[in-house]
């Protein structure tokens, strides 16, 4: 995801931290759902913590204000950073521009299998896919390779046209892939 604002003042940083680019797993293509009632904020809001790489160990600081952007099919956070050398050496890099990428660890509490060639139920997705209709944030960290490059520093769905979902052709581009090598 994207950082999309510094206030320097507060050390504050706006984030789009989730949206429903289709991402490679080893299970198969994931898309996290973003109508309301899919994100579960509250953890979140109450206990949330920014971090570096997704590392437990590398507290960068607070996360305030999460919140879904329904009507973009993304969320947004904003992290506060602590003034730790740690911390303020990851705070310069997002200042400096250097690390603008955002990821977001989540659990998913339902998902939905669909089909190749099927719709979700929401009729928005086509399978092959695995959609999480129900899913927490646990943590956002400021990342230097995201998953999901459409989201981070900086970034809205003004900056950023998602395709089509293409998670076909990602399964039929894999298979020749596979097949050059063997």
């Known amino acids: ?3 999309r604002a510094v206030n320097a003042d507060e050390r504050r940083v706006t ?3 989730s949206s429903e680019l289709p991402v490679n797993r080893w299970y198969g293509v994931e ?3 973003h109508d309301e009632g899919n994100v579960n904020l509250e953890r979140l809001n109450n206990i949330g913590v920014a971090l570096f790489n997704h590392d437990r160990n590398y ?3 607070k996360i305030e204000n999460a919140r879904l952007a329904a009507d973009e099919k993304r969320t947004y956070a904003d992290i506060v950073f602590d003034t730790d050398p740690d911390a303020d050496l990851i705070y310069q890099k997002v200042q400096n521009g250097t690390l603008k990428g955002v990821s977001v660890g989540y659990s998913v509490d339902v998902w939905e299998e669909v089909a190749a060639g099927k719709m979700s139920s929401n009729g928005r997705f086509t399978g092959p896919a695995y959609v999480a209709v129900k899913w927490t944030p646990l943590e956002i960290s400021i990342v230097s390779v995201p998953a999901d ?5 900086g970034r809205n769905m003004e900056d950023d046209t998602l395709e089509p979902n ?3 052709s990602i399964f039929e581009r894999q298979i020749q892939i ?3 090598f063997i």
């Open 15 to 17: 984030v789009s931290f």
């Open 149 to 153: 490059d459409t989201v981070g520093v």
């Open 166 to 168: 293409n998670s076909i």
């Open 1 to 3: 995801m994207a950082i």
């Open 31 to 33: 898309i996290l759902q």
């Open 59 to 61: 507290v960068l600081g």
């Open 178 to 180: 596979n097949k050059n």
